[in-house]
């Protein structure tokens, strides 16, 4: 194992006495993501100093031997600010893993191994009904919601997160050390459960460089977009913010858009919505809200819903045609659940049962779990497609039950857990 590259940190221990140089050599900020295969699993952490990226793991029950390995690699990644801090960003992915299967590994290297952790192998195939806990904006500071989602990671309740962008606040404050700590945070929950995310505007620090170098998401655009199938239902994950920081690339807009253009006609075959009916989008900041500031979706034309330079790139006609089912959204830091709406006008299922059947996508915003810059109040005026307002910390649980039914719940932290919204979307004709 003692090959050249890491003689630099052979140097520093035997100049700094092996203390110094044991805190940048041990693996921390663990945590795991899939990667669109569903026998396969992969484990990111940092170093502050080259070392090799090993993972070993066992089958449980059974002895702990750590008797399985796979390696993988680091990257170097040096954040933006004036301290210009270099970290290794390691990733291993554990392939041929047995559907349902629970592991425990450990991650690092001969220089340092990691707590051990487990994670069960997701299931594969169509039919079984993947628990989601899905939110926006948690930050280092006043990230409320997370004991509760420790607590429920750790009595198993789900197979996934979604983090709908901006964590930390920010990645790269404080030359990263924000970003370092808020991976440590989550790493109780995210070491355990893929955390799955996308981009926000509070990542757009030297082109979103701490996002991109942090997490490993699904496919080769640094987790900026991506799409991966769960169960019943694919899943698009894409950013907003290629809409709002174009002097990063106009490019990179018309690129995602084509993207999704392609993605979408792919999930919706007959054979593919067969398999899996259920096509689910997050993106952080939303198409429409009834919130009381001044963001883009107040404005009735936001440019996420009709796009830019003369109306190219709009998304709600887009997700429209191609029959998206939930479109779940973040940014506003309160819960809000729409009716299903397509250009402002509302299309139930029945008045009875709007949310069986609807003819138009359902849009849902969770982006309260907790940050230090608090909740986001409510304008007053009630909105016709507005269904239900929470200003509380929390987050939703999404259960997509099988091919017909997916069940959805706001749990707000503020009132102890208490399930304060409370849903079914049903569709048994397509
Ligand atoms: C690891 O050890 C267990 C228990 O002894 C054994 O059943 C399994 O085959 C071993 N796996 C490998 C890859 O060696
Ligand atoms: C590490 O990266 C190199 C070059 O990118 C690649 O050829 C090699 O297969 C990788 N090693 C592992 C174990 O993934
Ligand atoms: C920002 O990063 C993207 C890759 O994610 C790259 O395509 C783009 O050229 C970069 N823009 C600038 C201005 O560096
Ligand atoms: C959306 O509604 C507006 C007015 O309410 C209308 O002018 C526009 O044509 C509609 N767009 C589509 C794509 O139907
Ligand atoms: C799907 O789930 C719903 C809710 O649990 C249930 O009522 C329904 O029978 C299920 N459908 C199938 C085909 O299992």
């Known amino acids: 194992m003692l090959v050249l590259e890491y003689l630099p940190v052979l140097l520093v221990a035997v100049s700094l006495g092996q203390s110094a140089v044991l805190d940048k050599v041990q693996p921390e900020q663990v945590h795991l993501s899939y990667t669109g295969d569903p026998l396969s699993m992969t484990v990111t ?34 954040d933006g600010g004036f301290m210009k801090r270099k970290m290794f960003i390691h990733r291993v992915t554990l392939k041929n893993l047995t559907p349902t299967q629970r592991y425990v590994y ?36 006043n990230a409320q919601s997370l004991p509760r989602l420790q607590k429920e990671t750790q009595m198993d309740m789900y197979d996934v997160i979604l983090h709908v962008g901006d964590f930390a606040y920010d990645l790269d404050k404080d030359n990263a050390q924000i970003g370092d700590k808020f991976m440590r945070q989550v790493e ?54 290629v809409y709002f920081f174009i002097n990063y690339g106009k490019e990179l807009l018309a690129e995602q858009y084509r993207w999704l253009q392609k993605d979408l006609e792919e999930a919706n075959k007959p054979s593919n919505r067969l398999e899996r009916p259920w096509i689910i989008t997050m993106g952080h900041r939303p198409m429409y809200c009834s919130n009381f500031d001044k963001d883009d979706c107040l404005q009735h034309d936001t440019v996420v819903r009709t796009g830019i330079f003369g109306g190219q790139y709009g998304l709600e006609d887009l997700f429209y045609k191609y029959g998206v089912d939930l479109e779940i959204w973040a940014h506003e830091h309160s819960y809000e659940r729409l009716w299903p709406v397509y250009n402002y006008t509302v299309y139930k299922g029945s008045p009875e049962s709007p949310y069986t059947n609807p003819l138009a996508p359902v849009h849902i915003i969770t ?5 230090n810059e608090r909740l986001d109040p409510f304008f007053p005026l009630h909105r016709e497609w507005s269904a239900l307002r929470i200003e509380d910390y929390g987050y939703t649980r999404i259960h997509i039950a099988n091919k017909t039914h997916i069940h959805l719940q706001q749990v707000s932290d503020d009132q102890n857990g208490e399930i304060v919204d409370d849903f079914w979307l049903i569709k048994d004709k397509r």
Request: aromatic share 16%; proline share 8%; net charge negative.
């Open 188 to 241: 109780s929950v995210a070491a355990y459960l893929p955390y799955m995310t996308c981009p926000g505007n509070h990542e757009e620090a030297y082109n979103f460089s701490n996002y991109r170098n942090r997490f490993s998401m699904p496919g080769t655009t640094e987790g900026l977009w991506y799409s991966w199938n769960l169960g019943p239902a694919h899943i698009i994950s894409l950013s907003t913010e």
């Open 367 to 371: 982006g309260s779990a907790g940050c």
């Open 45 to 78: 952490w940092t170093t502050f100093a080259p070392t090799p990226s090993v993972v070993k793991y066992s089958t449980v029950p059974g002895p702990l031997l750590f008797n399985i390995s796979a390696y993988g690699n680091a990257t170097q990644f040096v």
């Open 106 to 141: 450990h991650c690092g290297s001969d220089f340092g191994w990691s707590p051990q952790f487990s994670f069960r192998a997701m299931q594969t195939g169509s039919s079984w009904g993947p628990r989601l806990a899905v939110f926006g904006d948690m930050g280092n500071e």
